[in-house]
């Protein structure tokens, strides 16, 4: 989306007072962006807080300066409904890529598989068909999916939803994702297929097994040492993508029904300084799968994910977790 429609979003919402919100690496470009609206009149302020994602909307400190709408940068729209009105402004890395030299460092790594699947970061996607046809010209077949929903580009993946390229997994020996290593190790902790990761912006690629293998013994190794909590502060998340009230609650009954003395505990950013360990145990986190995984060794306690709750209450086996394909999902069965 370029600014002029961004402009005309605000002005058929009829909105004068923009908060402009974007992650780190986009900081410079909402300064070019808030200097555009400023110009043509909108009164800018720019929010200065942590983004994580197309979930972690600025709502609270939007009302907080009156602002009639936000303009969030850098990720695809996530949150339908917003008591605010938010543009998301996606944005696509717009520089050279030697996308035949990335493809090069690949395919070492790729064969001797035939059949790739190929997945893509949202700043990433321009170089899809390119990538793709480098890829077959070095005589690979290579398939993409497309999420049931449409809410995410064919191939595009995010840090919690691989579902647009596992949609062709059966399909393929190995997967690409062009873009970053957190998204690569994500895929391959919900597949039993290959993840090979190639960065456009380092030439770096590098397969991911390992490291995913490596990630999965530090998580089973928390289940572990929850299983021997006494009380578990169930985390609920503020945050308009990632709340999830009834989820929860759930837990919190659950939990209590196993004989742990279990309490709702509502954050807006779940970080370690936050967690009052000396009254926790261990904490079920209901909010970014993410901080489970990525933030793991920042916690002095463990932080289980809602399916790792299952192992842990023996409601399931690691070994079916393992092998379902859905370990970041937040469905739990009640026992």
């Not at 005309?8 to 909105?15: C, D, P, S």
């Not at 289940?223 to 009230?245: D, H, M, N, W, Y």
């Amino acid at each position: 989306m370029k600014p002029e429609h961004v402009i005309a979003e605000l002005e058929r919402v009829g909105a004068r007072r923009v908060l402009v919100q974007a992650p780190q690496g986009l900081r410079g470009t909402a300064i070019q962006l808030s200097e555009e609206l400023s110009r043509r009149g909108f009164d800018v302020v720019i929010s200065g807080g942590p983004c994580w994602g197309g979930c972690d909307l600025a709502l609270n400190e939007a009302v907080e300066v009156s602002a009639d709408a936000i303009v969030h940068l850098g990720h695809t729209e996530f949150v339908k409904q917003s008591s605010i009105p938010t543009i998301y402004l996606e944005c696509r890395y717009d520089h050279d890529v030697d996308v035949e030299q990335l493809v090069e460092k690949s395919i070492h790594v790729l064969r001797p598989a035939k059949n790739i699947g190929l997945g893509m970061t949202l700043q990433w996607l321009n170089l899809l068909e390119r990538v793709k046809k480098a890829l077959e010209d070095h005589g690979f077949s290579v398939f993409y999916g497309q999420q049931e929903n449409g809410r995410l580009y064919p191939s595009q993946v995010i840090g919690c939803d691989y579902t647009a390229v596992k949609s062709v997994e059966s399909k393929v020996e190995k997967f690409l994702i062009v873009g970053s290593f957190f998204h690569g190790l994500g895929l391959s902790m919900m597949t039993d297929r290959c993840v090979v990761v190639a960065d456009p912006e380092t030439m770096r690629v590098e397969d991911m097994t390992q490291i995913a293998k490596r990630v999965l013994m530090q998580r089973y190794a928390q289940i572990c040492a929850f299983r021997g909590s006494k009380r578990v502060g169930v985390i609920l998340c503020t945050k308009p993508g990632q709340k999830r009230e009834g989820l929860a609650t759930t837990i919190v009954s659950m939990l209590r029904k196993a004989g742990k003395d279990a309490y709702l505990l509502v954050l807006n950013e779940v970080d370690e300084r936050f967690l009052p360990d000396e009254v926790f145990d261990a904490y079920v986190n209901t909010a970014c799968p993410r901080i489970s995984i990525d933030d793991n060794a920042k916690f002095k306690r463990p932080i289980l994910l809602p399916s790792e709750l299952m192992v842990a209450l023996n409601l399931i086996s690691w070994e079916e977790l393992v092998s379902s394909g859905e370990y970041f999902r937040w469905c739990v069965k009640n026992g």
